[in-house]
């Protein structure tokens, strides 16, 4: 859902979105490999668990309805193998916020943690909106 | 996996076929239903002219080669760059590849350097950047 505790225009670096936890269970793992037509190899593909980073991220920013957010660009670190079955927490927070021309850039940080707490993946992405 | 490591060794391609299908199954997987990607009377009316493929689908695939050559020193060790250069509609198909640049040391663990890129049937480039890969460490 979208944080309704801040508008687009009032975000600013530093805000943090609230947290996300998903189980990425067998089902979970099973329907990703075959929405990207792969075979699988007996862990979780560590893009499944950025997608789930990213939908997190695209739920909580609240957009203007009808407005189209690019993904412009993404960082990735893998830091820990993660066995099917884990139940992760994603962490969306903005790093930067830039206005060039017609155009607006949010750059957006992503942290990923397991039920230890510890961190399984980071990240940036780098999403162009209009201003 | 890779059986030789080193600096101009090409990575296995990975070639695929886009289809409004596939992109559903993705936007059903993830969790991302962006019209644009999956509403295509909303898409049609963008300046996109009809839905796009998400990003991290195309990234997916660079995953897929990256794992294929390297397996868990990617998954748990691997870290990348990209930038989004077109978008993907379905029809398109898309062939990845990559190669290792170069092998740097720093104290006792090797890393490979590799650039990628993702590009659509009439060779436009969709996705281009580097990974680094953690191979070894004399510790471990």
């Known amino acids: 859902?979208?944080?309704?505790?801040?508008?687009?225009?009032?975000?600013?670096?530093?805000?943090?979105?609230?947290?996300?936890?998903?189980?990425?269970?067998?089902?979970?793992?099973?329907?990703?490999l075959r929405a990207v037509d792969s075979s699988g190899d007996g862990f979780v593909p560590p893009l499944a668990i950025t997608a789930c980073a990213i939908?997190?991220?695209?739920?909580?920013?609240?957009?203007?309805?009808g407005t189209i957010a690019i993904h412009a660009s993404q960082e990735l670190e893998f830091l820990k193998l993660v066995p099917i079955g884990t139940t992760i927490e994603c962490h969306i927070g903005v790093t930067q916020k830039i206005?060039?021309?017609?155009?607006?850039?949010?750059?957006?940080?992503?942290?990923?943690?397991?039920?230890g707490k510890e961190k399984v993946q980071s990240g940036r992405a780098t999403i162009a909106l209009p201003a | 996996?890779?059986?030789?490591?080193?600096?101009?060794?090409?990575?296995?391609?990975?070639?695929?076929?886009?289809?409004?299908?596939?992109?559903?199954?993705?936007?059903?997987?993830?969790g991302d239903f962006n019209p644009i990607?999956?509403?295509?009377?909303?898409?049609?009316?963008?300046?996109?002219?009809?839905?796009?493929?998400?990003?991290?689908?195309?990234?997916?695939?660079i995953s897929e080669m990256m794992t294929?050559?390297?397996g868990r020193?990617?998954?748990s060790g691997g870290k990348l760059r990209a930038k989004f250069k077109e978008s993907v509609r379905p029809g398109d198909t898309l062939t990845i590849t990559?190669?290792?640049?170069?092998?740097?040391?720093?104290?006792?663990?090797?890393?490979?350097?590799?650039?990628f890129e993702c590009r659509n049937q009439r060779g436009e480039t969709i996705v281009a950047g580097e990974a680094i890969v953690k191979l070894s460490s004399g510790k471990e």
């Open chain 1, 1 to 32: 859902m979208p944080d309704k505790t801040v508008s687009y225009e009032e975000l600013a670096a530093g805000h943090k979105f609230p947290p996300a936890t998903y189980e990425l269970n067998a089902s979970f793992v099973s329907k990703y």
């Open chain 1, 55 to 65: 939908a997190t991220m695209t739920k909580s920013i609240p957009l203007p309805p």
């Open chain 1, 99 to 115: 206005a060039r021309g017609k155009m607006s850039m949010l750059i957006l940080g992503i942290e990923v943690f397991d039920k």
């Open chain 2, 1 to 30: 996996m890779l059986t030789e490591i080193q600096q101009g060794k090409a990575l296995n391609s990975v070639v695929k076929h886009i289809t409004q299908e596939k992109i559903n199954l993705y936007a059903e997987a993830s």
């Open chain 2, 37 to 61: 990607h999956v509403d295509e009377s909303f898409a049609a009316q963008t300046p996109f002219g009809g839905t796009i493929a998400h990003g991290m689908l195309n990234l997916a695939y």
């Open chain 2, 68 to 70: 294929s050559a390297f």
């Open chain 2, 73 to 75: 020193s990617w998954v």
């Open chain 2, 98 to 115: 990559g190669k290792i640049d170069c092998i740097e040391q720093e104290s006792d663990v090797s890393y490979a350097n590799c650039s």
